[in-house]
C-alpha cells in the first residue's frame, strides 16, 4: 500500500503518537543583519523541540523574501548551504515587493500538505519564542485549529505608534467583528486552517482580521513583545496607515454604511435649520452669522469629501479584484525535500 503524505500520518509503527511536523514561516523584506541571528536561534528551537517530543526531525523554516534589495535572500542560501540539515531551511523569493501580509500569506498558503502545524513569526524575533512549545501542546490536544499570541502591552512602542494602534483598534471594535486587541502575526495554524485561508483569493490581504473572520476553534496567549534582534523597522508610517485602510475595508462595508446614516443625519440637520432660517425670516428678523453659514459650507463640503475617499477606497479593491492579476511572482524557490 502506498504511504500516505506526511501530514496526515497520524502514528509510528511503534503505536505511539508521532511528534508534528513543524513549519515556522517567516515574512522577510531587507532584513540581512537580523537573519544572521534569526536562523541559528530558531534551529536551536527546533533542535530542543525534536528533544522534547513536540516537533519531528523534518521540522523546518520557511522564509518569504518580499523582495529585498538588500543581501537577505544571499544570506538565506548561504545559511542553508552551510547547515547540516540543508532542508531545513526552506523559502521563496518574491520579483518585486509586495507587502508584508501577502508574503506571510504566500508563505502559510505553501505550507498546505506539507506539514501538521505551521507558526507564523516576524523575523526580528520580537515575538516571544517561548510561547511556542505551549502553543504546539494547546494544539495537539485537538481541540483547536488556530493559537494566536496576543500581546499584553506595547510598552516597547514609540509613543505615536502606542496611539495610532488604539485608534486604529478602536475603529475596528466600532465597525465590525475583529481580532483580539493587540494581535500580531505570531500563531499557530493546523492544516485544516491553513486549507481554509488557501481558498481567501481577495488581493488586498488583511490576515488578522481574516483568520478570525474564519471562524475556527482558537486559543489565546498572552507575551510581552521583545526589543528587535536586529537590523531597524521596515514598517514605515505610509504602510502602518495601508495596513489600517485594509483592515478596515476589507473586513465589511459598514463604513459604507456609517456614511449613507452620516448623509441621512446631515440632511435632515439641514432640513431642520432651514426651517429655523425661514421662520426668522417670515417674523421679520434676519439671521446673522455669515461665518456660521461658511462653516456649514465647509463641513458639509468635508463630509462629501469623506464619503467619496471611502466609496473610492472600495472601488480601487474592486479593481484590483477584477483585473486578476497574480499577487506575486516567484523568482527563486530553496525547496523542501519530501
Partial sequence: MANKPHAKEQKRTSGKARAPRVAFVLPCYNEEDALK???PKLLELLSALERRGLAHASSYLYFCDDGSYDDTWK???SLRKNDVKK??????RFVANRGREVALYAGLVRQVGACDYAISLDADLQDDLSLVPRMLEIARKGEVDVVSAIRKSRRSDALFKRLSASLFYFSLRFFFRVPAENEADFRLM???SLRALALYRERRIYLRGLVTRMGFRSEKLYYERQERIGGETKYTLRKMIGLALDGITSQSTHPLRVVFFLGVVMFFGCLGL???FF????????????ASLVLLILFVSSLQSLALGVVGEYLGKVFWEVRGNPRYLIEEELPKEK
Avoid at 279 to 290: A, I, K, M
Fill in 279 to 290: 421662520y426668522q425670516w417670515f417674523l421679520g428678523e434676519t439671521v446673522p452669522g455669515w
Fill in 87 to 92: 532542508s531545513r531551511i526552506c523559502g521563496l
Fill in 37 to 39: 541571528k534569526t536562523v
Fill in 274 to 276: 432651514a426651517s429655523y
Fill in 190 to 192: 493546523s492544516q485544516n
Fill in 75 to 77: 544570506v538565506l542560501r
